[in-house]
């Protein structure tokens, strides 16, 4: 912030610096004089979509929706080609309860960049709240296949298998997910709630889950997962390093 505001005392009309000045004090939690800064840039240059973007994703953060669903709208009027912009439309409508337009808009970020996990991940807690169950877990397990150390999609995993009453298998990607990230205070709790059914409903229902859906079935017929075939490729062909590569072995041994 001190650099840009070095760069601002040079030329107030610098877009770029009221912009990075923005970004910079939004990542501080300082939204007020973020927004301020945003409005700076949009006063030089009004069809800024990175200022409006800015603005979307704080008033997101602070739960004016309708506010935030307005400077998205005017990002996209200007530019449609970042797949964050049409993931960013998505969340503020799934905030909204807006879900079935949600999901086209993830779906739209995912024909910009098909391998966004964030993505897959809002896709698939959106698919959850319509009940859709089986094709949430599919969104979660694509997030998985790209970064088989993502939280989010680890936990996405464990909920999804507790949807279907595989409490093992839930129990089992939430303690990988806090492998991942100890500290991370959503997974333990999750791994409490299920302690809490352990305790309430006795060890027979993780000894005699709900009947799998088929497409569940046929996941765990796959001997090697999709996600380890598809890291295995992306390393031969040098697209992913060394060390991701290991860890998707490591963790299929596991």
């Not at 840009?4 to 030329?11: A, E, I, P, R, Y």
């Not at 966004?116 to 959850?128: I, V």
């Not at 409903?201 to 889950?209: A, D, G, Q, V």
Request: proline share 3%; charged share 30%; aromatic share 14%.
């Amino acid at each position: 912030v001190y650099c840009f505001d070095k760069v601002l005392g040079m030329n107030p009309n610098d877009r770029d610096a009221w912009v990075n000045k923005g970004d910079a004090l939004m990542e501080l939690g300082k939204y007020e004089e973020a927004l301020e800064c945003y409005d700076r840039a949009l006063e030089i240059f009004p069809n800024d979509s990175e200022s409006w973007f800015g603005k979307a994703v704080i008033f997101n953060k602070i739960g004016k929706y309708e506010e935030a669903l307005y400077c998205i709208n005017k990002t996209l009027e200007f530019d449609t080609s970042e797949d964050y912009f049409w993931i960013c439309k998505g969340d503020i409508l799934s905030n909204l309860n807006r879900i079935e337009e949600a999901i086209e808009y993830y779906d739209k970020g995912l024909e910009y960049y098909p391998n966004n996990e964030k993505a897959w991940f809002s896709k698939g807690c959106a698919l959850e709240k319509l009940d859709k169950y089986d094709e949430a877990i599919k969104c979660y397990n694509k997030a998985l296949e790209i970064n088989p150390n993502s939280v989010l999609a680890l936990n996405g995993m464990g909920l999804g298998f507790g949807n279907f009453g595989e409490y093992s298998e839930a129990e089992t990607y939430f303690k990988k997910s806090l492998e991942v990230n100890p500290d991370n205070k959503v997974t333990q709790n999750y791994l409490i709630s299920l302690e809490n059914l352990k305790k309430k409903y006795s060890l027979n229902l993780f000894e005699n889950p709900t009947k799998k859906p088929n497409f569940l079935k046929m996941m765990e017929e796959n001997t090697i997962p999709s996600w380890i075939k598809n890291n295995a490729g992306w390393w031969a062909d040098n697209k992913i390093n060394d060390n991701d590569f290991i860890s998707g072995i490591e963790h299929l041994i596991e």
